[in-house]
């Protein structure tokens, strides 16, 4: 059998935060950590509900499994505490790319430094460590602060895919695609840890 590309347990670190493997035990806090509607408005269902929370998540760590996803929670390192989740997905060895998506944070740690070292941490991993040649992000179409947020990480733009996802209500979701490539990491790079030190600068002046 094929090991899986991403081997387990796979831990990566920031300035601010920690991401750890997901694991069943988990649940219960990364559910709290879920509880704001805010959070839901862009995504294709509701996660903070207990019954749809369970169902995804299992399913997520069954694709683990698989070697299609690699799921973490988020670990504000200052308190400990989990506030959020994201993961590696539609992971395709073969040519070696990736997404990184599944991403959703407590809305008080919204435009602050935790994203930004989350992606840190998660492109470093990808392009230096799996050598991946593509990463690519998504959001719903008319996300615009997710989409001004990607692209401030370094994302370019490639186009809308019209209606490909199914929503829990019926409805269905476009989504905005972005992409880079690992002869643009070195400029990306440069670009993250350079805000990320102003962004922490600013809070401890």
Request: hydrophobic share 40%; proline share 5%; charged share 25%.
């Amino acid at each position: 059998m094929e090991e899986n590309w991403i081997p387990h347990p796979t831990i990566l670190r920031g300035q601010v935060v920690e991401l750890l493997p997901l694991e069943q035990n988990h649940f219960p806090a990364l559910l709290a950590a879920a509880s704001d509607q805010r959070i839901w408005e862009f995504y294709p269902g509701d996660w903070s509900k207990e019954e749809r929370f369970e169902k995804i998540y299992t399913a997520i760590l069954a694709s683990r499994d698989r070697g299609q996803e690699y799921p973490f929670v988020i670990i504000y390192k200052p308190t400990q505490k989990i506030i959020g989740s994201t993961r590696l997905m539609d992971i395709v060895p073969y040519d070696k790319r990736l997404e990184i998506g599944g991403t959703w944070l407590m809305p008080e740690y919204w435009a602050s430094a935790v994203n930004i070292d989350c992606k840190l941490a998660l492109l470093t991993y990808c392009f230096e460590s799996l050598h991946t040649h593509r990463v690519q992000l998504k959001t719903q179409h008319n996300n615009i602060r997710s989409r001004k947020a990607i692209e401030k990480i370094g994302g370019v733009y490639e186009g809308i895919i019209r209606e490909h996802m199914l929503k829990d209500d019926g409805s269905y979701r476009s989504s905005a695609y972005f992409s880079i490539l690992a002869s643009e990491w070195p400029g990306v790079k440069m670009n993250l840890k350079t805000r990320l030190s102003e962004i922490i600068n600013n809070k401890m002046n």
